[in-house]
């Protein structure tokens, strides 16, 4: 890249020159990093991924850092992250330059830690989606004092997982494709496992959207038993061993299932006076409008200029109103 940059700088003083004939603008190349900073717009997140051909890991230990950049108008990558996680293809076109990025069977991680109410700012409602694409771990921690004396000083936390980071790349590292399946007595374990409980959620009257995550955990189960199986086996073809199979059935069942059931339902509380106002915004909305007649309408019924933007951002994704242009909007008829 310093190196890119030393060309460009000397193309770009040619240019100035008008004397291009025998020079050729240099091509920039690829800026490849395993880890993304969640703190980026759609089109950065996009970039980055495209020139890793698909793979890397957004990590952020306060979810408020991905979430302040995903209510910016510049940000909102819901859409990215839920064609990511099945594996769809990304496209994306910008006018300038004539910019094109396309990533085939995209396969990124995405990975942060907050508060449930973190967590609510994150992904505001469960419509479009993006919640039953996560798995979700709470915890409580116990109130207890922790001595801050020490007898001798060991290794930090940094150097212990860096050397156990660098430890399972070196075991790990396998550009081979390899093949997995379940037996066919997991196979029908599985689907009973999930047919019961959504026949038990069913009886309960369960939100839709409960159902959309017990769906997808039902994928989960079977990615966490191939990913296990892949760190056991060094084979080619690859059979799940009942005793990966049945750890990776019960982290669902006994732990994520339920997290992510009980993490909705605080979100689905939170949203009732949320979308009274976003239907009262949408409602009172002309039929084409601009962002600022929008950010004055919703201040006359009461509604935040940020919580204004983050409606019009979730209109638009529900597809309750059309984005244009750059800040110009129009209903859906």
Not at 31 to 52: C, K, R, W, Y
Not at 70 to 95: A, C, M, Y
Not at 254 to 275: A, C, E, P, T, W
Request: with cysteine; proline share 3%.
């Amino acid at each position: 890249m310093k190196e890119y940059r030393k060309a460009k700088a000397k193309y770009d003083k040619i240019k100035k020159s008008k004397n291009t004939e025998n020079s050729e603008e240099p091509e920039k190349p690829n800026q490849l990093m395993f880890f993304i900073p969640g703190d980026t717009s759609e089109a950065s997140l996009v970039g980055h991924i495209g020139e890793n051909e698909g793979k890397g890991c957004v990590f952020e230990t306060e979810a408020d850092t991905i979430s302040g950049a995903n209510k910016q108008e510049w940000g909102g990558f819901s859409p990215v992250l839920r064609k990511n996680f099945h594996h769809e293809d990304i496209s994306r076109t910008r006018k300038t330059d004539d910019e094109f990025t396309e990533i085939s069977n995209s396969r990124f991680s995405f990975l942060t830690t907050g508060t449930p109410d973190q967590v609510n700012r994150l992904i505001p409602n469960s419509e479009d989606g993006l919640y039953s694409r996560f798995l979700f771990y709470v915890f409580s921690i116990p109130y207890k004092w922790r001595s801050t004396f020490t007898k001798e000083i060991g290794d930090s936390m940094d150097v212990i997982l860096s050397k156990l980071g660098k430890s399972f790349y070196t075991n790990q590292k396998n550009n081979d494709e390899r093949s997995f399946s379940l037996t066919p007595e997991q196979g029908e374990k599985l689907d009973n496992t999930f047919k019961k409980t959504l026949e038990t959620m069913k009886k309960d009257d369960c939100q839709e959207e409960a159902v959309s995550v017990l769906f997808r955990h039902g994928l989960m189960a079977y990615k966490i038993a191939m990913t296990l199986s892949a760190i056991e086996s060094k084979d080619e073809v690859i059979t799940c061993s009942d005793k990966v199979f049945d750890l990776s059935m019960k982290l669902i069942s006994d732990v994520f299932l339920g997290n992510s059931l009980d993490q909705l339902k605080r979100i689905s509380k939170s949203n009732k006076s949320s979308r009274s106002k976003q239907t009262l915004l949408l409602n009172s909305l002309p039929i084409e409008f601009n962002r600022k007649q929008a950010i004055e309408i919703a201040k006359e019924i009461g509604i935040p200029q940020r919580s204004a933007d983050g409606y019009l951002k979730t209109l638009v994704e529900q597809g309750k109103i059309i984005k244009q242009k750059q800040g110009s909007y129009r209903k859906y008829k």
